[in-house]
């Protein structure tokens, strides 16, 4: 059987989740023809590396009891550079600023002609014509379905699932952190303080939540549909945001009467992005509760196709890694 | 804007084409007829109902084709503001003069501010309002809806509007 050797260089909560899935499902993995075999992990600090493979198990007992993944000292892009692999799975964090170490990590991997499959947001959002090109250039795939809406279908329903069809324009929730506490401050009549110190306690925002609730996030996920989909060369520079900070649970109920909820809505049509809180009639696609996500693609043959899922967590995101790293492999 | 229309024919061929002329020749754009074969007026003609979408300006004009062709017309109904869409405001919306907020709109002629909910829940807090507006046609309601977002801006309130699938 066909052998691909992969790194996982990021190993937080989705790179664990990797970790764990592909224990997991290495027998699936098997059904579509190939084995995938873990030569090298790093996270901030460490590195393991075991050329005939991994024992994973071993690895997450490791991260967890002592914080490092490994006894060595390899960062992850010398892992990149250094160790024979087929394919890196990227998942340090995202970097809006910068791009971050995920932005050397790629553009490295496929100057070296190795497939990429990432969860990271930041260069995409940043350098995603460079991206694409250099993997074009070095005959490299490159995946990032976990990029936008974790496990939610949003890239790949469109390249396979729906191809063909030209998309006229792509509207969607794409943070469950927002729509979490929307959802809730309408269920409890509450304010939008009181909702986020809940979603906070509960693990859903962030300590610091300003770039879900601030828009950013999602707008991160639009340039990347907007650049993939329509070949805009747009950075998340280019995204008219509106957060929902300022949304009252009076808003909500004035909303409520007439038939609607307010959800952040992303959007992309004509060359414009934006992402702002829309009155969304309460028995609409969109109208999705909790921590969802949803993205409604509106296509010339199809008319509108709608798809729905969990946002974020760790086994979720690493769902969608693995249907990435499949697409590329399989054989069946 | 919208015209609903009972005419008269007189029962002989052709004259329900003397009555749809005018009205595309004008660049009325016809939504429905109701055509009363069987019936009659008591002065023996045919009623029939007519709903077209006409500019204002056109419509005197249409009439009076109509009535050149023979046609009587026995009522008239004109409904200027057909399309009706919700936005919700938010922010310091009373101490930012809320009359011209709400002028901004009503000045345009092609739109208006139908309807007012207001939710102050303290003084000094941020309130909010749901605002109904109805304007002529589809491309006004989003023409008065972006206007009515840049008057926001400058008052530093925050417009929630529809999504675009609730407008198509
Ligand atoms: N969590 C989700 O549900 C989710 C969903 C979709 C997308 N994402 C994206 O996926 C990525 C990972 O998210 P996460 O939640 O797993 O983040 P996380 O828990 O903070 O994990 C990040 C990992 O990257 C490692 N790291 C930091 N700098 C590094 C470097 N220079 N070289 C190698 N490793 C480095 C960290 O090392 P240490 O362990 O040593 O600190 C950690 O293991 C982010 O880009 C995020 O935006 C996350």
């Known amino acids: 059987m066909k052998i691909i050797r992969a790194s996982i260089i990021g190993f937080g909560s989705v790179g664990q989740g990797v970790a764990q899935v592909l224990l997991q499902k290495k027998e699936e993995i098997q059904k579509k023809g190939f084995d995938l075999k873990v030569v090298a992990v790093a996270d901030s600090r460490s590195a393991a590396i075991d050329e005939k493979g991994l024992d994973l198990e071993k690895v997450l007992k490791s991260k967890k009891e002592n914080g490092r993944v490994g006894p060595e000292t390899l960062s992850g892009l010398e892992v990149i550079r250094n160790v024979e692999h087929e394919v890196v799975i990227e998942t340090t964090p995202t970097d809006i600023e910068t791009g971050g170490v995920g932005l050397d990590n790629m553009l490295t991997a496929f100057e070296k002609g190795m497939d990429v499959v990432t969860s990271n947001k930041g260069p995409l959002a940043l350098k995603y014509g460079e991206l694409a090109e250099t993997a074009r250039k070095n005959n490299a795939k490159f995946r990032f379905e976990a990029t936008v809406g974790g496990a939610m279908p949003a890239i790949n329903l469109i390249r396979d699932t729906i191809a063909g069809n030209s998309i006229i324009s792509i509207e969607g929730v794409l943070n469950g952190t927002c729509n979490y506490i929307l959802t809730r401050m309408m269920e409890e009549h509450a304010s939008y303080e009181q909702m986020l110190a809940e979603s906070q306690e509960l693990g859903i925002a962030e300590t610091d939540p300003t770039y879900d609730v601030e828009g950013i996030d999602a707008a991160c996920k639009l340039v990347i549909l907007a650049n993939y989909v329509f070949g805009m060369k747009a950075t998340y520079h280019d995204v008219d945001v509106k957060g929902i900070t300022s949304i009252t649970p009076e808003a909500l109920s004035l909303a409520q009467s007439e038939g609607y909820v307010i959800k952040q809505i992303g959007e992309v049509k004509d060359g414009c992005i934006q992402t702002s809180p829309r009155l969304v009639p309460e028995s609409h696609p969109l109208a999705v509760g909790g921590t969802l996500n949803v993205v409604s693609v509106q296509t010339d043959l199809a008319g509108t196709v709608t798809s729905t899922g969990r946002g974020a967590g760790s086994i979720e995101t690493a769902s969608a890694i693995l249907s990435d790293i499949i697409s590329i492999y399989r054989e069946d | 804007m919208r015209v609903s229309m009972d005419i008269e024919l007189k029962d002989t061929p052709g004259q329900l084409l003397c009555a749809l002329t005018p009205i595309s020749e004008l660049r009325g754009n016809l939504k429905s007829i109701v055509h009363h074969h069987e019936e009659r007026t008591p002065r023996g003609t045919i009623p029939v109902q007519l709903v ?117």
């Open chain 2, 52 to 168: 077209f979408e006409a500019e204002p300006d056109n419509l005197d004009a249409i009439i009076d084709k109509l009535k050149k062709n023979g046609i009587g017309i026995s009522r008239v109904d004109e409904k200027r503001l057909i399309e009706e869409g919700a936005v919700i405001l938010i922010g310091h919306i009373v101490h930012t003069d809320i009359q011209d907020t709400i002028d901004s709109i009503d000045r345009t002629g092609y739109a208006e501010v139908v309807d007012i909910s207001l939710s102050m829940p303290h003084i000094n807090t941020t309130s909010s309002a749901s605002l109904k507006i109805c304007a002529v046609g589809i491309k006004e309601l989003h023409e008065a809806i972006s206007i009515l977002k840049n008057v926001a801006k400058k008052k530093d309130l925050l417009v929630v509007e529809p999504i675009r699938a609730e407008f198509s």
